[in-house]
C-alpha cells in the first residue's frame, strides 16, 4: 500500500505555526556500516550518574518500545547531535547555501589553527566564555550594545538573539556565564534529536603490538624529562625507563570489556522539533504577524538542519559509522495525533528557508547578515598559549 506524502511549502509552515500543528519529527532506524552484527563505538563517559562508577563506560539505560523493555546505549547524545546540526548549517552558510547571522571570535592572528570560531561552534554558543572574553570595536563583548542586548534577551523578548544567534532559539542557551551566574536566561531546546542502539550487547576490545625488531622489554633507558625523543640506551641497566615509553619493543596483548563496542538489533534516530515551545518564543512588542514570520523563519531554520545533518551521514567517530535501513519520510505531527508524511530534499528545505527569511524581513523582522567578529582579550590569548605550554610540559614528563 502506498503511503500518500505531502510536499513540504511555506505554507504548511505558516499553517503549522499559526494552526495546531504539534511537531516536525524524523524516525529512521540504521544498521551498522558494516551490516547488521558489526560492531560500533559508542561515546564513553568516566562516570555514572552522581559520580557512582557504572557497570561499563557507556551510557545505557532500558527503553519501552513497542511494549516490550529493550536495553539501550546512546550511540550520539542530544547535545552531539545539536553541535553536528551547528556544523551542518555553518558549512552551508560557508558555501553562501543559506544566510544565516554569526558572530566569532577571531584568533587568526595569534593562533593560526584556531581560525574564528563561531558561536556556532563554541559549546555555549553565544554565551560561551571565549565570546564573554573577547571584545567589539575595543569594548568589552558584554559591555558592547550588542553584547548587551544578548545579555537582557530572554524567552518573553528574543528580538536580539533572533536578530545575531537564532539557532541558540533552535538548539538552546543558557547564560550561565553572564552577570546573573546560575539565574541568567535560558532558552530550552526546541529541537531535540539523538541516536541509541536497541538491543544492545557490549563486547571486548582487544589490543597488542609485535614490535618488527624484536626490542627486549628487559633493557633500560634514559629518558630525559624536558625531550623524550633524545632518549638514549642505559648501558649499566639502572635506569627505570623502559622502551614502551618511546613506542618501542612488544606489548602484550590486553582486554577491554568495559568499552569494548557493543552489537545491536537497530539503531534509532528520532529528531523532533516541537511547535509549542516555538510558539512559547516571544519577541517584546511585535505584533502578531511579525511574531508568526520569526516563528515560521525558525521552524524552516530547524527543519534545514535536520535534513543537512542526515545528508551528513551518521559517522559519528572512529568504529560508528551508521546507514539508514531504508528512506524515512520527515512527519507533520497535529495536535488529534494525526501524522502526515512529508516529502522535502534539502534544495527544497533551503529554498523554503530563503523563503521565509524574506517573507519575515517584510514582516519587519530585524536580522543581521554581516558577520560580527570578536578580538580575544589579552587574558584570553595568555591563558591559551599558557595551557599549551602546560600540556607540551606534560607530555614530556609522561
Not at 11 to 38: E, M, W
Not at 163 to 188: M, N, R, V
Request: net charge neutral; aromatic share 6%; charged share 25%.
Amino acid at each position: 500500500m502506498s503511503i500518500e506524502v505531502t510536499p513540504l511549502t511555506l505554507d504548511l509552515l505558516q499553517t503549522a505555526i499559526t494552526g495546531d500543528g504539534a511537531a516536525f519529527r524524523l524516525r529512521a532506524r540504521l544498521q551498522p556500516a558494516g551490516g547488521p552484527g558489526d560492531k560500533v563505538f559508542p561515546p564513553t563517559y568516566s562516570d555514572g550518574q552522581d559520580g557512582k562508577k557504572q557497570a561499563t563506560r557507556y551510557a545505557t539505560e532500558s527503553r519501552v518500545i513497542d511494549g516490550e523493555r529493550k536495553p539501550a546505549v546512546l550511540l550520539d547524545s542530544v547535545a552531539a547531535q545539536a553541535n553536528r546540526m551547528e556544523l551542518a548549517l555553518l558549512e552551508a552558510r560557508r558555501r553562501r547555501d543559506i544566510r544565516l547571522p554569526l558572530v566569532s571570535v577571531d584568533f587568526e592572528a595569534e593562533f593560526p589553527d584556531l581560525g574564528r570560531i563561531s558561536a556556532l561552534e563554541a559549546p555555549h554558543r553565544v554565551y560561551d566564555a571565549l565570546l564573554r572574553d573577547a571584545t567589539l570595536d575595543g569594548t568589552a563583548f558584554r559591555g558592547s550594545e550588542i553584547g548587551r542586548r544578548l545579555t537582557e534577551a530572554s524567552p518573553s523578548d528574543a528580538r536580539a538573539m533572533l536578530e545575531y544567534c537564532p539557532t541558540a532559539l533552535i538548539f538552546g542557551a543558557w547564560d550561565s556565564t553572564g552577570p546573573l551566574g546560575g539565574s541568567g536566561h535560558k532558552f530550552q531546546r526546541v529541537l531535540v534529536s539523538e541516536v541509541v542502539g536497541i538491543g544492545f550487547e557490549a563486547g571486548t576490545k582487544v589490543g597488542s603490538r609485535l614490535d618488527p625488531v624484536d626490542i627486549a622489554a628487559s633493557v633500560r633507558i634514559n629518558i630525559p624529562k624536558e625531550d623524550s625523543d633524545n632518549w638514549s640506551v642505559d648501558e649499566k641497566g639502572k635506569s627505570k625507563g623502559r622502551p614502551s615509553e618511546v613506542n618501542h619493543s612488544n606489548i602484550a596483548p590486553t582486554r577491554d570489556v568495559e568499552a569494548g563496542g557493543v552489537t545491536f538489533e537497530y539503531a534509532l534516530h528520532i529528531a523532533v522539533l516541537s511547535l509549542p515551545a516555538l510558539r512559547r518564543v516571544r519577541f517584546g512588542s511585535w505584533d502578531a504577524k511579525t511574531s508568526d514570520a520569526a516563528r515560521v523563519l525558525l521552524s524552516a531554520l530547524g527543519v534545514l538542519a535536520v535534513l543537512l545533518q542526515r545528508r551528513e551521514g551518521y559517522d559519528f567517530r572512529s568504529r560508528c559509522s551508521l546507514v539508514p535501513e531504508a528512506p524515512a519520510h520527515l512527519e507533520y505531527m497535529l495536535a488529534d495525533g494525526t501524522v502526515r508524511p512529508l516529502s522535502v530534499t534539502v534544495p527544497e528545505a533551503q529554498t523554503i528557508y530563503g523563503q521565509a527569511l524574506a517573507k519575515a524581513k517584510k514582516a519587519g523582522v530585524t536580522w543581521v547578515e554581516d558577520d560580527v567578529v570578536l578580538q580575544p582579550m589579552a587574558k584570553l590569548v595568555q591563558l591559551i598559549r599558557a595551557s599549551r605550554e602546560a600540556r607540551r610540559a606534560g607530555a614530556a614528563e609522561e
